[in-house]
């Protein structure tokens, strides 16, 4: 939603009244859901969603934001680094790893990565969370390795199809209803171009 705003501009003694485009959203990074269920998706024991400022919000509550903040600038994680920017291009999002693995064996020898974000899939950077979608729904590589932006981060490498054959078990699982929130089914679902 856009509206103007009129401005009196006084320039070489003269009065000028001009009308101005103003959003009452600044474009960032990391919006609000504003009460909206945020979108996600599942792929074997790893959980998947935009970031958001509810997710810093959740993520520093109980604790002090600065002591959140100065964690997340350690390791150079983009959710701090990059918290008040806009998007670099239509349709960014940062992606997270909203909450630790699930229970499951392919898991064994890799530390969490509950609160990262990822920053390439098989070297494919990822633009987004339908982005990151796509690309694993069309991988056809034996494994899939998850690169984080953090410093310090290690790249988990699982099996690919190890991986999508748990998800199911994993789900039933964990009583969790579906794999991911509608708009990221209808994509996982979808045919990959030829």
């Given amino acids: 939603m856009s509206s103007k705003v009129t401005l009196t501009v006084v320039r070489a003694g003269r009065e000028l009244v001009v009308s101005v485009p103003v959003s009452p959203n600044r474009p960032r990074i990391l919006p609000s859901l504003q009460g909206a269920y945020p979108p996600y998706f599942i792929y074997g024991p790893l959980v998947f969603s935009p970031a958001t400022e509810d997710f810093i919000a959740a993520v520093t509550s109980g604790t002090t934001a600065a002591a959140v903040h100065t964690t997340l600038e350690s390791t ?45 899939v098989n070297g494919i950077p990822i633009k987004s969370l339908r982005h990151l979608v796509e690309v694993l729904r069309d991988l056809k590589d034996e494994f899939v390795t998850f690169e984080f932006d953090a410093r310090y981060s290690e790249a988990p490498v699982f099996p690919r199809k190890e991986m999508v054959a748990a998800t199911e078990e994993i789900l039933n699982d964990n009583g969790v209803r579906a794999q991911g929130s509608p708009d990221m089914l209808a994509v996982w679902n979808t045919q990959p171009p030829p």
Wanted: proline letters at 13%; zero cysteines.
């Fill in 76 to 120: 150079h994680s983009s959710l701090a680094m990059r918290r008040n920017d806009p998007p670099a291009f239509a349709g960014e999002e940062l992606v997270v790893v909203p909450s630790p693995f699930f229970p499951h064996q392919l898991t064994k020898g890799y530390s969490s990565p509950a609160g990262r974000v990822v920053k390439a």
